[in-house]
């Protein structure tokens, strides 16, 4: 069995302070773990991805992530927050099912609030 | 480029009012196919995932049906609509190989 856990429901940040929201995963494999961001009413676009090569992963728009497996954790950062960032980012875990395709697990979503 | 596209991005309908949700994808041959439901405030439900052509396998027993009548189209339909369908709608595409999934924009459903 697979999950995530991401820890804050809400984070709030000023503009151009540090971004930090939390995940946790438990995989029964070596796990490939993403982290996706969604707008209002939109479908879902993905920052980053961990598919077992280095451990600290560069997304899009300054993200990263690294991939801690003794604390199984996956956390996302940022060095400055921007107005734009403002959104729901879902951290999620993959798993190769039997006869092709694969199975993301999503967690409950981290709503990220930005203010001036 | 490959692109993803879902249609229509919302819809209301009545209870017990059938239903068809159209997903394709362009420039990619035999990707693997998914719906995914999202509720209010809550994280995504994979609904059912596709690895070929009439290929359909089913995550959670429910109201929906999934098709696959060609290799780069994905159909969610139901036969009559309870409120719980309500939600936001995804259909996602993977390509052989690869790892991540690619989403569509979504389609808001308002059962009423």
């Known amino acids: ?116 | 480029s490959q692109t993803i596209h879902q249609w229509p991005a919302t819809l209301v309908q009545p209870v017990g009012s059938p239903l068809s949700l159209e997903c394709t994808v362009e420039g990619t041959s035999n990707p693997n196919l998914y719906w995914y439901r999202q509720a209010a405030g809550r994280g995504l439900q994979l609904l059912f995932y596709s690895v070929g052509i009439g290929q359909i396998s089913s995550e959670v027993p429910q109201n929906l049906s999934a098709s696959r009548p060609q290799d780069r189209q994905f159909i969610l339909s139901s036969k009559k609509l309870l409120l719980s369908d309500s939600g936001f709608y995804l259909c996602a595409w993977r390509g052989q190989g690869g790892k991540s999934q690619h989403f569509g924009d979504g389609t808001r459903l308002s059962i009423l």
């Open chain 1, 1 to 116: 069995a697979q999950s995530v856990t991401q820890l804050d429901s809400h984070v709030s940040v000023s503009e151009g302070t540090p971004v930090l929201l939390r995940c946790n995963y438990s995989s029964s494999y070596s796990p490939s773990l993403f982290w996706y961001v969604q707008h209002p009413n939109k479908g879902l676009q993905l920052l980053l991805k961990y598919t077992s090569a280095a451990t600290l992963v560069k997304g899009i728009n300054g993200f990263e992530a690294e991939f801690k497996k003794s604390e199984t954790s996956f956390h996302l950062t940022k060095p400055s927050a921007h107005m734009s960032d403002a959104a729901e980012y879902f951290c999620v875990v993959s798993l190769i099912l039997t006869g092709g395709g694969n199975k993301l697990t999503f967690g409950t979503g981290t709503q990220l609030k930005v203010e001036l």
